[in-house]
């Protein structure tokens, strides 16, 4: 049986990480972001993700690598992050945000959906920001709470069919988006790694093994997964 796992923006970070734990496990992987992906052996779908149009370009060209009958990993991994409040969060940057964090994996979700037998899943990469809230990423919050609604109705509206989804929720993570939300100060994003039990910043490795263990996990169907480290309640 053919495996496929179609990941949104595994073009770095997690996304790449995760990219190459599938190739490892024998998957056929397809990439979709405007950048290509790294990692040898990934299928990239190049397309813009803040538009209907695109997001259905993507899953079009994403379905021709699904065999009838295969399995299917659909990681919604993709995400924009602004910086912003409630004092000066512009509709335009609201609905910006929310077109890539919940507009596309709609889209990807309903194009995608009809080319995936049992045993596929619907992963969503979340945030410690799905459930919680900062300072100065008032969109991002907003879209991050919106997709884990999204999560819990896919699984309801995917009862019976033997496709499960799940949101993994990782903790500050050592990524390219981190680091220019931060401004790229290490002595920050230091003091931000030090906020959970391990005093360090979690890898996209890390990430990843717990994508591809949720993926081939259906006992935990409509899960929310914190893969933070312990992170310091505060």
Known sequence: MSKTAIISGASSGIGAATARKFIELGYSVVNIARRESPVDGVINVGADLSTEEGASYAAAQAAENISPGGTVALVHNASLMLKDSVHDCSNVDLMRVLAVNV???NTLNRELL?????????IYVGSTLSEKAVAGAHSYVI???????????????LMGSQIHTAMICPGFTDTEMLK???????ELMHEIGSQNGFGRLVTPEEIAGAITWAHQSPVINGSVIHANLGQIER
Do not use: E
Request: charged share 10%; aromatic share 0%.
């Open 114 to 122: 009809p080319c995936m037998s049992a045993g596929s899943s619907v």
């Open 180 to 186: 220019q939300h931060l401004g790229g100060d290490a």
């Open 103 to 105: 507009g596309a994996v």
């Open 143 to 157: 879209s991050k709470h919106a997709q884990l609604g999204q999560m819990r109705a896919t699984c309801q509206d």
